[in-house]
C-alpha cells in the first residue's frame, strides 16, 4: 500500500534558522507528492505540490523536490521566521479509478522562536 | 479562506449518539473528501464523493455514512459513537483529477 514517513516532531527552531523536514514514501504507481500546513486552530493549506520526478515544488520561501531513485521529498527553508510555526504534513496521491485521495505522514510540529 | 464550509465548528456528544457533520465545498468544486485526524491514527481518508456518487472509500467504519446532494454538499454521518470516534474530521473539495484539494477548518467532535 501507499505510506508516508516524515521526521517526528517537535522542532524547535530560532529565527532565520535553516529548516529541513524529512519525508519519504512508498507508492504503488506514479505518485504526486505534497507539503500541506496546518496553523493553530486552521484547516490544512497546501503549501507546495511536484508531480513528477525532479520536479521541484516551491512557495513562499519553502522549496521540496521529487526524488524517484531516494523516493524522498523532504521540506526546506532557508531562514525560518516566527509565523511560520505550524504543524508540517507530507503527503502523496496515486491516481486510481479516479479519485485522488491523499495519504498523510504524521506531521511534524515547528516552533520558531525569536 | 479556503472557501470551504464546515459546520458546526465543535460537537459534544455522548456515547451511542448519532451526529451529522456538514460540508459545503468551494464554488465549482465537485469533488468532496472527508478525513479523521485523531492523536493515534493522524490523518486518515475516509471517503470520496464526486459530483453526488461514491468515488472511493478509504478506512471508514460501517457505522459511518456520508452523502453528497445534488446542490453538492456533503454530509458526514456518524453513528452508535464511540469514545475512539473523538476527533477532528476534515472536509476537502477539489475541482477534478489531480488538483489541490481545499480544506475546511473542521469539526472537532467531543465523545464524553
Known amino acids: 500500500g501507499n505510506s508516508v514517513t516524515q521526521m517526528e516532531g517537535p522542532v524547535t527552531l530560532s529565527e532565520e534558522a535553516f529548516l529541513t523536514i524529512n519525508c519519504t514514501y512508498t507508492a504503488t504507481g506514479y505518485p504526486s507528492l505534497f507539503w500541506y500546513v496546518q496553523y493553530p486552530g486552521e484547516g490544512l493549506q497546501l503549501l507546495l505540490k511536484?508531480?513528477?520526478?525532479?520536479d521541484k515544488g516551491s512557495n513562499k520561501g519553502f522549496e521540496a523536490t521529487y526524488r524517484k531513485e531516494t523516493t524522498s521529498f523532504h521540506l526546506e527553508k532557508g531562514s525560518v521566521q516566527v509565523s511560520d510555526s505550524a504543524v508540517y504534513f507530507c503527503a502523496l496521491s496515486v491516481p486510481g479509478a479516479g479519485s485522488y485521495q491523499l495519504t498523510f505522514g504524521k506531521g511534524t510540529k515547528l516552533s520558531v522562536i525569536p | 479562506d479556503s472557501g470551504v464550509t464546515q459546520t458546526p465548528k465543535h460537537l459534544i456528544t455522548a456515547t451511542g449518539q448519532r451526529v451529522t457533520l456538514r460540508c459545503s465545498p468551494r464554488s465549482g468544486d465537485l469533488s468532496v473528501y472527508w478525513y479523521q485526524q485523531s492523536l493515534d491514527q493522524g490523518l486518515q481518508f475516509l471517503i470520496q464523493y464526486y459530483n453526488g456518487e461514491e468515488r472511493a472509500k478509504g478506512n471508514i467504519l460501517e457505522r459511518f455514512s456520508a452523502q453528497q446532494f445534488p446542490d453538492l454538499h456533503s454530509e458526514l454521518n456518524l453513528s452508535s459513537l464511540e469514545l475512539g470516534d473523538s476527533a477532528l474530521y476534515f472536509c476537502?473539495?477539489?475541482?477534478?483529477?489531480?488538483?489541490?484539494?481545499?480544506f475546511g477548518d473542521g469539526t472537532r467532535l467531543s465523545i464524553l
Open positions: 476537502a473539495s477539489s475541482v477534478e483529477g489531480d488538483q489541490p484539494q481545499h
Open positions: 511536484a508531480t513528477k520526478a525532479d
